[in-house]
């Protein structure tokens, strides 16, 4: 099993930035490839960013393109979400998300392991 636990989470305004953790422990050498994921009030998660786990190449979903910055410190078994810019239509519980995978997958279903999440407000 692996267990992934994010932190980081806040109430920023617009333009303001914040920087998201997520510290992994377990089985940690079974997942090949990390993810963040997010879900506002009454829609379905979406793909944020994935970075694979050797070699750190990563993708991003276009809405966050340019302002955020997914990073991982294989040492630490940690994952981060540099978020810069934020706007209002961030708001949202933030995922992480791990898979054994190693394609840059963007579906959620692809990811065997999930965090509990942490709200990201970011108010006009």
């Known amino acids: 099993q692996v267990q992934l636990v994010e932190s980081g989470g806040g109430l920023v305004q617009a333009g303001d930035s914040l920087r998201l953790s997520c510290a992994t422990s377990?089985?940690?050498?079974?997942?090949?490839?990390m993810g963040w994921f997010r879900q506002a009030p009454g829609k379905e998660r979406e793909f944020v960013a994935v970075?694979?786990?050797?070699?750190?190449?990563?993708y991003y979903a276009d809405s966050v393109k340019g302002r955020f910055t997914i990073s991982r410190d294989v040492a630490k078994n940690t994952v981060s979400l540099q978020m810069n810019s934020l706007k209002p239509e961030d708001t949202a519980v933030y995922y992480c998300?791990?898979?054994?995978?190693?394609?840059?997958?963007?579906?959620?279903?692809?990811?065997?392991?999930w965090g509990q999440g942490t709200q990201v407000t970011v108010s006009s």
């Open positions: 998300a791990a898979t054994k995978l190693l394609g840059l997958t963007t579906t959620a279903d692809d990811y065997n392991y």
């Open positions: 377990g089985r940690t050498f079974s997942t090949n490839t």
């Open positions: 970075i694979r786990r050797s070699g750190g190449s990563t």
